[in-house]
Each structure stands twice: as structure tokens, then as C-alpha cells.
């Protein structure tokens, strides 16, 4: 329905748009339904609000500028207009992307306004997205991630804007309207305009952002804060006039700080600004303990956050039922590690231990399954044998197999199902439309446990592009 309209906000906000073919349409349609919701109530203009897509495919490409669309009805039919490209996920060169060209003045971007990052992602990229993030972090564009996928909790929290209870959702893409107001009002407390605000709040620190007001080369800031319970501790920083940002540090947890924002001119004369802060509860690790890459004989354990309060981690593990018990220590720099040796087809519990410089200890649990041993086929890949063709081929899987069911999910047709010898590791699937997605799964018959599928989506390329066609192998 109708929202509030939100107006005396000032900001750049760009949304980065999962176009690959990891992503299927009824999720594309979704997120460009969830986006429209999220600014609708804003206005938008050179004094308002400002808008841009950059899409996430094999190259990354700008939908269109910041400074395109100055009206609701405008943008509104920009987003619905806005088609799906395919190709593969690479984040990591659309985050450069936007760091190099978007956020510009040639992209309409202003370089006196709050800038925002609104990453919605199945949670899978091909490429590293920590060194182009940091960048634009750096830059002091907030980041905001809405993962509609399983994803990484440790990598997309550490790509995030401090803290991850704030910047970082996780949601089905049909749930995405429950989040909506959050998320809207957490990117209003970002681009509120001319306002002195905080951003990267943790339980030690925070970041002053405010406009620039400055112009000349003798004017400074002068910023005064203190706990606003005790304001005879005010501390002073003097910062140039060239500056719109400040870090404060030493800060103590779960304290309201009282800021003031004083520019010093010659020429003009500027109101101090004031904001209050409230610093986040001490960090404890272990808050989140995560199980992955499983297989029959080992699983990786990782935990967050990783504090420099912490000296060491203990890992203790062993099979339920029992009294079985194993110890793993893990150096208080590292937030990971392998635990091998294990029995297939059993769970385990995992409790993660931090032991504290001051001797204090923090432990948290967690349950992991090992696998059963061989039941997966590895390596499944894919050879074009022409504009409608391909060739599934995978390794064995271990044991003593019956056969394998190969299954092919089209987006353009139906699907179909190939069951073929334990000895034949190869399949042809035909009628695959140009331009399509398809999921391929390969699972292996046993007669006594069940075999798991290895599933690889696969891009058919458009009819335009078969000209010139040659063989090549898929990964």
C-alpha cells in the first residue's frame, strides 16, 4: 500500500541487482518488487533522493545514472522496466565498477551527500568481493546486504556496515516485505540531510559523518563528546575543514555518547549540529558457531566474531550418543578450523571454547553430521554439442552403485529424468532452449542408503552468438 511520504532526506543510494543466471526469474521479478517498495515513500530529486542500478552479471552495467529520474511515476517504471542479464555473478567487479564509475559526478553521484549500498544477493559470487567492498567502505558509502539465499554469514557480515544486526539480512525472496520498513529506516538514518549522524556504531567505537560545510582553507571543526552521564569527561578533536568524517575510539560499551559538531569559519557563520550515540553491548565470541563443508570424514568449524581479547579457542567434539570426547586447540588469531578423522553417517557436538586474556571463558554449541561415505558423485561438467544440446558428464561415486538418475529442471520446457548403468558417466540433454538456465542434478542408486545429487545450473547462450560455433567445455 501508499507509505508516508519521507521528504527532508538527502542521499545517493545504489542498489547493486543480482542479474546472473544463478538467479532465477521469479526471484529477479521479487527483488525488483521489494526495491520499488523500499523508496517508495521518498522523494526524489537533486535535493532529495537519488537512485541508480548497477547489475551484477559477466560484466557489470549501469541500468541507469543517479541523476535519470526525478519523479516517483519515473523511477517506479525505470525499475519495472529493468530486465535480467544472465551470466555469471561477479560482485567483486561490479563493487570496483561502482567504486570507479558510479559513485562520479559523470553518474550523477553528489559529493556532498550520504551514500548507500543495497546489495541484494542469492548469496553466491565468483569472485572476491573483500577488497572492492572495503574500498567503497572507505570511501563512506554504508553497505547493506539482504541475502536471499544461504549464503556465508561470516563473509556477507564482514562485507556489511557494522554491525551486522543492522546492515545484514537474511530472508526468503517471497519474505522479502517483512524487512522492508527495517531496512528503510535503517538507510533513512543514513541519508537524513545536513545532519551530523553515526554510522559503524560497535561497542568501542563509531564514525561521525556529517555534510560538508567548509570551504576555506583556515576553517576547522571542533568536535566535542562526552557520556551523557558523566559530562565533565567531554573530550575535544580538531579536524581541517576539508573533512566530513571522523572515527572515535575508546569508546565504552553500552554508553550514550553526547556529540557536538562545531564548524569554526571566518566567513560564515554555521550552527553547531548534535547527534547522541549509544555504543553496542561488548563483543562475545563465540556469538555464532557455523558448520560447513561437510563430508564423511570431516567438517569445517568457523565462529564469529574473532576479538583480539581472546588469546585461544578450544574445540571439543565427539559422536552422539557417547562419552567419546576429542580437543582441538585453535590460536586466538584464526576463527576456523578443519576437524578430520571423523566416522561417516554420525553426528557430532561441537562446542567452541574462547579463552579470554583476563582468564574469563565463553563456549557455544553446535551440531554437525559427517556424511555417508561415497554417496555423491564429484565433478559433474557440461560440453556444448550444439545450439540445443549437452553433454552431463560426472566421476563416480563410491560403493557399490546400482546407477544414476540425471534430472534436468528447463526454464523453457519440461523437465525430464535419464536413468542409465553404473557404468555409463555421461548423458546428452537435447531441446535446451537458447538463452535459458537449466539445473542439471546427478544422484547416485545405491540399494541399501540413499544417494545425494549434485546439482550445476547451466547458461545455453543466445541463438544470436551460435554463428562461428565451436565446441568448448563447460565447468
Known amino acids: 500500500g501508499a507509505q508516508p511520504s519521507i521528504s527532508n532526506s538527502e542521499g545517493d543510494l545504489l542498489f547493486l541487482l543480482d542479474s546472473s543466471g544463478s538467479v532465477s526469474y521469479y526471484e529477479f521479478s521479487r527483488v525488483k518488487e521489494f526495491m520499488w517498495d523500499l523508496l517508495q515513500p521518498f522523494t526524489f530529486g537533486p535535493k532529495d533522493v537519488q537512485t541508480s542500478i548497477i547489475h551484477i552479471s559477466t560484466t557489470p552495467t549501469m541500468e541507469f545514472p543517479f541523476d535519470r529520474y526525478q519523479s516517483a511515476e519515473a523511477l517506479h517504471q525505470a525499475i519495472r522496466d529493468t530486465q535480467q542479464l544472465m551470466g555469471d555473478t561477479n560482485t567483486g567487479r561490479a563493487l570496483s565498477y561502482a567504486k570507479e564509475k558510479l559513485f562520479s559526478d559523470a553518474a550523477g553521484a553528489r559529493a556532498d551527500v550520504p551514500k548507500v549500498l543495497v546489495w ?145 569559519s571566518n566567513v560564515h557563520y554555521f550552527p553547531p549540529q548534535t547527534t547522541r550515540v549509544t555504543t553496542l553491548a561488548e563483543e562475545i565470541s563465540p556469538a555464532q558457531v557455523l558448520i560447513s563443508e561437510s563430508g564423511p570424514h570431516s567438517f569445517h568449524v568457523s565462529w564469529a566474531p574473532a576479538l583480539d581479547s581472546v588469546i585461544s579457542y578450544q574445540i571439543l567434539y565427539g559422536p552422539l550418543p557417547g562419552n567419546s ?130 546439482c550445476r545450473m547451466v547458461h545455453m547462450q543466445p541463438a544470436t552468438e551460435a554463428q562461428g560455433y565451436k565446441h568448448r567445455q563447460r565447468v
Open 120 to 264: 541484494v544477493t542469492d548469496g553466491f559470487s565468483t569472485d572476491d568481493i573483500s577488497e572492492p567492498m572495503q574500498q567503497l567502505k572507505d570511501m563512506g558509502v554504508t553497505v547493506f546486504i539482504v541475502s536471499t539465499g544461504r549464503g556465508s554469514y561470516l563473509e556477507l557480515s564482514a562485507a556489511a556496515s557494522q554491525p551486522p544486526e543492522k546492515h545484514l539480512h537474511f530472508v526468503d525472496v517471497d519474505d522479502l516485505p517483512i524487512i522492508t520498513k527495517e531496512l528503510r529506516d535503517a538507510i533513512l538514518d543514513v541519508i537524513q540531510a545536513n545532519q551530523l549522524h553515526a554510522v559503524d556504531v560497535t561497542s568501542s567505537s563509531f564514525q561521525l559523518v556529517w555534510p560538508k560545510l567548509l570551504s576555506q582553507e583556515t576553517d576547522y571543526y571542533t568536535l566535542e563528546y562526552a557520556p551523557r552521564d558523566d559530562l565533565g569527561k567531554k573530550r575535544t578533536e580538531q579536524v581541517s575543514g576539508a573533512h566530513t568524517t571522523l572515527l572515535l575510539s575508546n569508546l565504552a560499551p553500552e554508553t550514550t555518547y553526547e556529540v557536538a559538531l562545531i564548524p569554526e
Open 325 to 454: 570426547v576429542k580437543l582441538l586447540e585453535v590460536d586466538g588469531k584464526h576463527n576456523s578450523t578443519v576437524v578430520e578423522k571423523l566416522t561417516p553417517n554420525t553426528t557430532y557436538l561441537v562446542t567452541v571454547t574462547a579463552v579470554y586474556k583476563s582468564g574469563k571463558e565463553k563456549s557455544l554449541s553446535a551440531k554437525a553430521c559427517t556424511q555417508e561415505e561415497g554417496s555423491k558423485v564429484r565433478h559433474l561438467r557440461f560440453e556444448d554439442m550444439g545450439p540445443t544440446t549437452l553433454k552431463a558428464s560426472w566421476d563416480s561415486a563410491d560403493g557399490k552403485v546400482l546407477g544414476y538418475r540425471v534430472r534436468c529442471r528447463r526454464q523453457a520446457g519440461p523437465s525430464s529424468v535419464l536413468s542409465v548403468s553404473p557404468q555409463v558417466h555421461s548423458v546428452l540433454l537435447t531441446d535446451l532452449a537458447s538463452g535459458t538456465t537449466n539445473k542439471v542434478c546427478v544422484k547416485p542408486i545405491y540399494k541399501n542408503q540413499p544417494g545425494r545429487r549434485l
